[in-house]
């Protein structure tokens, strides 16, 4: 903006004592024999022979909005790292899911429907490769394909991938996250034919793209040029390599003002754009854009948006600054906030949680129908109140740390990403701003105001079920809410510094490659110096639920024993409120540790005078059964 059924999707492995570097956990199979193999490490690093493969993109396309229409070419230099000798490439066609035969998850409406993506002169090393579009339409999962290679691509091997496409922009207006915006704008997102991650867990990224679930991307590079009517701007991943070629030289004079720039300078006006001097005037703007070492590229497209831009000091340490920019429709409600906005975030971001410079030289948010993110990029729907474009502009900017720059897989852990892009928006809006409301705009209320009234395994299953097999309600709240919970009480528990000292540390060893989940499991173990297999355990591989209850008390001179049972499993910070028969409040919280090896606990809280009541204080969590969260004191 992501579940025993575990051992029958995980065949699980005790983890030998002749691997131990770790406190033992179940290990699935896949990652005990990548330590073996010596691409994972049981201490959470990269191994000394981890690898991943790369690829770099020159891609050449032509957008036609009255036909609402892309076409293009792309020549794909490819590179295996890896050990293995690959027969075939396996292709990410999403575009494929607007197939009206396509498995989808969520509902869409007619809009959303297209003829798929075509491909033509697919060429391998300059030799022309079969290929059938109708097969691939009719197959199981036409958003994955499998492109044969004339001669098989050898371990530490190179090929050269040539092809053409087009394809139809979906009209769908239910916040998705590509197509039309409206008659003279779009977003185009999963546009381009892309190889897939070959990883050294599961080999071939084959999981089917369903609408609700995301993405998988290896780090390439990218020169793209895009290739757009008269009047049209765009916007993309990276940086504008030609802007002189394209921008008027009001436009260009005032971009150039914004890269130094600490507030916010008009680029394109309503005043700019009526009297034609945003763009240069020609039949055709060919926009180019390159950008190195990302999971994607996507950018959006217009000939009557506003644009603001402005930067911002991102590394105290080198005084390195970043671009920050937003191109949005002229009638808005509170879009013209969102370069301010998303420029505070990142210098939140970058100095304080997570404190990770942006690593990026450009973010841009373009006012689409979705709700998503890209490297440097955002598609952002134009919010109902100010609180929530907020929230949502820190929670897609957020994504820049997960699963950008460390390249989680989101189609299979959800959590790896959204649960910290919850988190980190959390910590921002609560930080930078005072939300009017903020039950209503930011986690725990926004993300878990389902989590109360559903019942039942189906919001309980454990985070670590792979994302692309739930629908929700699970799939929502495994990926958002519940891993945002888990990784604030893992904050509780470790306490500021060492958490953040081990978030660091975790990004640095998998900044630019693909972390699985005990990768991440075993980073903070280590990294903290904690044996944190329970907590792993019964957050993430286990049915629980968030369940505390107060279970009884006893009164000694100068302190109250509270007895308090955890009766969901989680481990949660117990927060206590004390009510004195004065009128005045007490507040205690205690750390989750508490809850290790246990499930029931005594905890002493030093009072001087008499106790009316104590009460469990939900703030920042939620409590399924709120009823046993009061105790009289007698």
């Not at 036909?67 to 027969?87: C, F, H, M, Q």
């Not at 897939?196 to 290896?218: C, K, L, M």
């Not at 919001?459 to 629908?471: A, F, G, I, K, Y």
């Not at 049972?565 to 910070?573: I, K, Q, T, Y």
């Amino acid at each position: 903006m992501a579940r025993n059924l575990f051992s029958l999707i995980f065949p699980l492995f005790f983890l030998a004592p002749t691997l131990s570097a770790q406190p033992a956990l179940y290990l699935p199979r896949e990652f005990q024999q990548a330590v073996e193999k010596g691409t994972r490490a049981l201490a959470g690093q990269p191994g000394p022979r981890y690898w991943q493969n790369s690829a770099s993109y020159r891609i050449d396309a032509k957008v036609k909005p009255a036909d609402k229409r892309i076409e293009g070419r792309a020549e794909i230099t490819y590179v295996n790292n890896s050990p293995d000798t690959l027969w075939a490439l396996s292709l990410k066609l999403i575009q494929n899911v607007h197939l009206l035969q396509a498995r989808r998850a969520s509902y869409v409406d007619p809009g959303f429907y297209t003829q798929g993506i075509s491909l033509s002169n697919v060429r391998v090393d300059k030799q022309p490769v079969d290929w059938n579009d109708g097969a691939v339409f009719q197959s199981e999962d036409p958003t994955n394909a499998w492109l044969s290679l004339p001669a098989p691509l050898l371990p530490g091997a190179g090929l050269q991938l040539e092809l053409e496409w087009n394809y139809q922009l979906q009209t769908s207006k239910l916040e998705h996250r590509e197509g039309m915006v409206d008659e003279s704008a779009l977003f185009a997102a999963y546009w381009y034919p892309r190889i897939a991650v070959y990883d050294d867990i599961s080999g071939w990224d084959r999981i089917p793209h369903n609408v609700q679930t995301e993405f998988y991307g290896d780090f390439n590079d990218y020169d793209v040029t895009v290739r757009v009517p008269p009047g049209f701007a765009v916007w993309a991943t990276g940086e504008l390599a030609n802007a002189e070629e394209v921008l008027s030289p009001l436009a260009l004079e005032r971009l150039l003002l914004s890269y130094e720039s600490d507030t916010v300078v008009p680029i394109f006006t309503r005043e700019t754009l009526a009297a034609g001097q945003a763009v240069q005037p020609a039949e055709e703007l060919a926009w180019r854009f390159t950008a190195e070492n990302v999971t994607d590229f996507a950018f959006g497209a217009s000939d009557h948006y506003r644009w603001d831009a402005a930067s911002i000091t991102v590394d105290s340490a080198t005084g390195r600054r970043a671009s920050v920019q937003a191109a949005y429709q002229p009638e808005t409600r509170d879009f013209d906030e969102v370069a301010e906005i998303a420029r505070a975030c990142i210098g939140y971001f970058s100095t304080k949680k997570p404190g990770i410079p942006y690593p990026y030289p450009t973010m841009t948010v373009f006012n689409g129908h979705g709700q998503m993110e890209f490297p440097m990029m955002v598609n952002d729907v134009d919010m109902y109140t100010l609180d929530d474009t907020r929230a949502l502009t820190a929670h897609e900017v957020a994504h820049t740390y997960f699963p950008f720059l460390t390249g989680t897989n989101e189609s299979a852990y959800a959590w790896m990403d959204e649960g910290w892009a919850t988190l980190l928006e959390f910590f921002a809006c609560t930080e930078l701003y005072t939300l009017e409301n903020p039950e209503q705009s930011i986690y725990p209320g926004y993300y878990l105001r389902n989590y109360v009234g559903i019942k039942g395994a189906e919001v309980d299953v454990p985070m670590l079920t792979p994302s692309h097999q739930l629908l929700p309600p699970a799939y929502q709240l495994n990926s958002y809410g519940k891993p945002a919970a888990a990784y604030l009480s893992l904050y509780n528990l470790l306490q500021e510094d060492t958490f953040l000292d081990c978030v660091r540390e975790y990004v640095e060893r998998w900044r630019g490659k693909h972390p699985q989940p005990y990768d991440f499991f075993f980073t903070i173990s280590e990294c903290s110096g904690q044996d944190l297999s329970w907590f792993w355990q019964r957050w993430f591989m286990e049915f629980h639920a968030m369940d505390l209850a107060l279970a009884g008390y006893r009164q000694e001179e100068g302190a109250l024993f509270v007895t308090v049972r955890n009766d969901g499993g989680l481990p949660l910070p117990v927060p206590l409120e004390v009510e004195m028969e004065d009128g005045s409040t007490r507040y205690f919280r205690f750390s989750p540790i508490v809850w290790e090896g246990n499930s029931e606990v005594e905890l002493e809280l030093p009072l001087e005078g008499a106790a009316r009541s104590v009460y469990l204080v939900w703030k920042d969590f939620r409590d399924v059964d709120p009823e046993d969260d009061r105790l009289e004191v007698k």
